[in-house]
């Protein structure tokens, strides 16, 4: 058995933004301003008052929050008060830099003075970047502490937009080959897309696992097989919920490993 604790990291950063302005035009601006700024900023929603975005915040759980001061009803550094635990990072959008005290009593990133200057704005990304790229790395260390300490030598850190995902290799169904990149298909019918190619994943898996590249495009998980149909070439996976390809060239190799382990071979 192959102890190695894998770790694989697939893509940038993607951060998951709410903007909160009670001027409409002050939130296109922004919108804008972010847009070109930033690829890597999705702004998943934009709100007119802070009762709204507390709202949308905790629904939505976005990386970081761009918070205007003053708006009616509740300032924006009110927003402590609607929160036992901020698990999100703020940045401060005001027209009166006295406000900055105030934003950094709250822990922020950082504040940006009105009109936004594209330089300052730029800066302040950065820190964003910085901040939660260490903040994905300790949760990765932390899930490779966890494989040691348990000794399950078996997960992988896939990740994600906005996110890391941690993944038992038995979750796996298969990867598939898309272009440059690859789907991961995971047990519960869920997919993730990856930056890395399959000859990638060939490389990294255990070797002695019982992942089996059946096809130029496809990796499967053995575990997983249903059925095998060698006049279509293709194999049915988690009961029906993936079929992949086999190439003819493959079928020998794939027999010798797996006929013992199963009758379903037509």
């Known amino acids: 058995m192959n102890h190695s604790a894998i770790i694989i990291f697939v893509c940038m950063i993607q951060i998951k933004a709410i903007l909160i302005d009670d001027e409409q035009s002050a939130r296109n601006v922004l919108t804008n301003l972010l847009e070109r700024t930033s690829s890597n900023i999705n702004i998943v929603a934009t709100c007119a008052n802070l009762e709204d975005g507390v709202k949308h915040i905790k629904t939505l759980q976005p990386n970081v929050v761009f918070l205007d001061v003053q708006m009616p009803n509740y300032a924006g550094y009110e927003i402590a008060n609607f929160f ?4 999100f990072e703020i940045i401060f959008v005001t027209a009166y830099d006295q406000y900055a005290i105030k934003a950094f009593e709250l822990n922020a990133i950082d504040y940006l003075v009105k ?11 950065r820190k964003l970047e910085e901040k939660l790229t260490k903040e994905a790395e300790l949760i990765d260390y932390q899930a490779l502490l966890k494989t040691i300490k348990d000794k399950n030598y078996k997960k992988i850190v896939i990740p994600e937009i906005g996110n890391r995902r941690v993944v038992n290799l038995d979750g796996i169904i298969a990867i598939e080959a898309d272009g440059a990149y690859s789907k991961i298909h995971l047990k519960e019918n ?27 495009a496809w990796i499967i998980n053995l575990d997983a097989i249903e059925f095998l149909n060698k006049t279509t070439l293709s194999i049915t996976l ?8 086999i190439s003819r ?10 006929l013992a382990k199963t009758n379903n071979i037509h």
């Open 190 to 216: 869920i997919i993730i897309t990856t930056s890395k190619n399959l000859k990638y994943f060939e490389s990294i898996l255990p070797k002695d696992s019982l992942f089996f590249r059946s096809h130029r």
């Open 238 to 245: 988690a009961k029906g919920a993936v079929k992949a390809k």
């Open 84 to 87: 036992d635990t901020i698990n």
């Open 115 to 125: 009109p936004i200057n594209r330089k300052k704005l730029d800066l302040a990304l």
């Open 249 to 258: 060239a493959r079928i020998a190799d794939f027999e010798h490993i797996f």
